[in-house]
């Protein structure tokens, strides 16, 4: 890589750039759901930053496919003291292998390699995605190679900001739903009457649900 690209990413993330976490959901997700109305209570408002942009949101949530949270930062930190700037353009310009090297699947490297270069070509609109509903987002997204389900939902989630996206592919999401509610498995059928009871604040159930699976026992 040439040293042009080598001072750590600045991003303009503004302080209140957070996941939604509104009074307004907040209240209504206590009243809709006693059990979580007690952890609302018991936490508080969650202050969660959302991605900075669409394309390192992508960039971000195709790195944490299938590792841990510690290792996606790792890789995250790595990129960030290589390159001046995460666009398309600065991507494209670097190699496959350049990529691996922060520590990713060379798979991975080569799915965020080939969406760079979509957009630059000019095939890709992240930011159409702006004017679509969620479920249409999601079918454009699971279109690119290396975004399924659960990533599309990360994207809609950290990168748009949508307020009612509940994830039945996140394992921590499932975790807060088995300890908050005493279950020993949670199907399809049991989860999506949890969706349809958090709605349509399914975003800042999100967060409470990710605190509730950090703890053993609530």
């Given at each position: 890589?040439?040293?042009?690209?080598?001072?750590?990413?600045?991003?303009p993330l503004l302080m209140s750039d957070y996941l939604p976490c509104t009074e307004e959901a907040m209240d209504y997700l206590s009243k809709a759901d006693p059990e979580l109305g007690r952890i609302i209570e018991q936490i508080g408002p969650i202050k969660r930053p959302a991605d900075p942009d669409l394309f390192?949101?992508?960039?971000?949530?195709i790195i944490g496919q299938q590792i841990s949270i510690a290792a996606q930062a790792t890789i995250w930190q790595r990129m960030?003291?290589?390159?001046d700037s995460l666009t398309p353009a600065a991507v494209q310009a670097s190699t496959v292998d350049e990529l691996q090297s922060f520590g990713m699947t060379f798979r991975k490297a080569e799915y965020i390699h080939n969406i760079a270069i979509k957009i630059e070509e000019g095939s890709l609109d992240l930011e159409r995605l702006q004017t679509l509903e969620?479920?249409?987002?999601?079918k454009e997204l699971v279109k690119l190679k290396g975004i399924g389900p659960w990533t599309a939902e990360m994207i809609?989630?950290?990168?748009?900001?949508?307020?009612?996206?509940?994830?039945?592919?996140d394992l921590a999401i499932l975790r807060g739903i088995r300890i908050l509610y005493n279950l020993e498995s949670i199907d399809r059928p049991t989860f999506e009457m949890y969706?349809?009871?958090?709605?349509?604040?399914?975003?800042?159930?999100?967060?409470?649900?990710w605190a509730v699976s950090k703890t053993k026992a609530l």
């Open positions: 890589m040439g040293s042009d690209r080598r001072s750590k990413i600045h991003y390192s949101s992508v960039v971000r949530h960030g003291e290589a390159f969620d479920d249409e987002v999601t809609l989630l950290f990168g748009l900001k949508r307020p009612d996206v509940l994830s039945y592919g969706r349809r009871r958090y709605s349509p604040y399914g975003t800042t159930a999100s967060l409470y649900l």
